[in-house]
Antibody
Framework: QVQLKQSGAEVKKPGASVRVSCKTS????????ITWVRQAPGQGLEWMGGISAVFGNTSYAQSLQDRITMTTDTSTSTAYMELRSLRSDDTAVYFC????????????????????WGQGTVVTVSS | QSVLTQPPSVSAAPGQKVTISCSGSSSNIGNNNVTWYQQFPGTAPKVLIY???ERPSGIPERMSGSKSGTSATLGITGLQTGDEADYYC???????????FGGGTKLIVL
C-alpha cells in the first residue's frame, strides 16, 4: 500500500534550519510529484511548494522562496524539505503529500489533488 | 487571508444535509479543478472529492461536489456525528502559479 512516512518532531531555535524527510513506498516514486503543506497551531492549511520527483523542478510559495529548498532522492524514494532562518511563526505541523494531477488539454484546466499524505512532522521554533 | 473563501463553520442536525461553499476567482476555481479535503484533529487531511465532482473509492455517495463559475460546493447528506471535522477546498491558481486552499470550515453536527 502507498505510504509516506515523515521524520520525527523537531525543536529549533530562531535562526536555525530544519530538514524534514518524507520516505515513500508502495508506488513508483517518479510517477508523481510531492507537495509540502504546513499547518500552524489552530490554523488552516498552507501550500508551501512542490517538486517533480522525476525532473526535480520546484515551485515555491512566494512568502517562503528565499528560505526553502525541496529535493528528492530517487534512489531511496524520499523527498526532503529544508526551511532556513526559522522564526517563531514557522512553528507548525509540516505535511508531505503525493500530488495526483491531471491536465485537461481541451479545456486547459489543471486538476491537482493531494491524494496520499504523510503523518505530519511537528516543528517547534522557540528560544 | 486565504485566496479561496470558505465559511468558518456550518452546523446541522444528524440526518440532515449541509453544504460548504468555496469561493474563488477565474484564475483558480474558474479555470482549474477543485479538491475537497476532510481533516480530523491531529490527523492528516484526506481527499473527499477531486476533479470538482469525483469521489475516490471508499468515499460514500452522500459526499458530493459541484462547481459553478468561480465557486465550488461540497454537499454532505445524511449527516453523522462522525462527520464532525474540518473541511478544506484546494486548487491551483494559474496567475499566482501556486497551490491555494480555503481557510477551512468546521462542520458541527448538533
Amino acid at each position: 500500500q502507498v505510504q509516506l512516512k515523515q521524520s520525527g518532531a523537531e525543536v529549533k531555535k530562531p535562526g536555525a534550519s530544519v530538514r524534514v524527510s518524507c520516505k515513500t513506498s508502495g508506488y513508483r516514486f517518479t510517477a508523481y510529484g510531492i507537495t509540502w503543506v504546513r499547518q500552524a497551531p489552530g490554523q488552516g492549511l498552507e501550500w508551501m511548494g512542490g517538486i517533480s520527483a522525476v525532473f526535480g523542478n520546484t515551485s515555491y510559495a512566494q512568502s517562503l522562496q528565499d528560505r526553502i529548498t525541496m529535493t528528492t532522492d530517487t534512489s531511496t524514494s524520499t523527498a526532503y524539505m529544508e526551511l532556513r532562518s526559522l522564526r517563531s511563526d514557522d512553528t507548525a505541523v509540516y505535511f508531505c503529500a503525493r500530488l495526483f494531477e491531471t491536465h485537461y488539454l481541451g479545456s486547459g484546466s489543471y486538476s491537482p489533488a493531494l491524494d496520499m499524505w504523510g503523518q505530519g512532522t511537528v516543528v517547534t521554533v522557540s528560544s | 487571508q486565504s485566496v479561496l473563501t470558505q465559511p468558518p463553520s456550518v452546523s446541522a442536525a444528524p440526518g440532515q444535509k449541509v453544504t460548504i461553499s468555496c469561493s474563488g476567482s477565474s484564475s483558480n476555481i474558474g479555470n482549474n479543478n477543485v479538491t475537497w479535503y476532510q481533516q480530523f484533529p491531529g490527523t492528516a487531511p484526506k481527499v473527499l472529492i477531486y476533479d470538482d465532482t469525483e469521489r475516490p473509492s471508499g468515499i460514500p455517495e452522500r459526499m458530493s461536489g459541484s462547481k459553478s463559475g468561480t465557486s465550488a460546493t461540497l454537499g454532505i447528506t445524511g449527516l453523522q456525528t462522525g462527520d464532525e471535522a474540518d473541511y478544506y477546498c484546494g486548487t491551483w491558481d494559474s496567475s499566482l502559479s501556486v497551490g491555494v486552499f480555503g481557510g477551512g470550515t468546521k462542520l458541527i453536527v448538533l
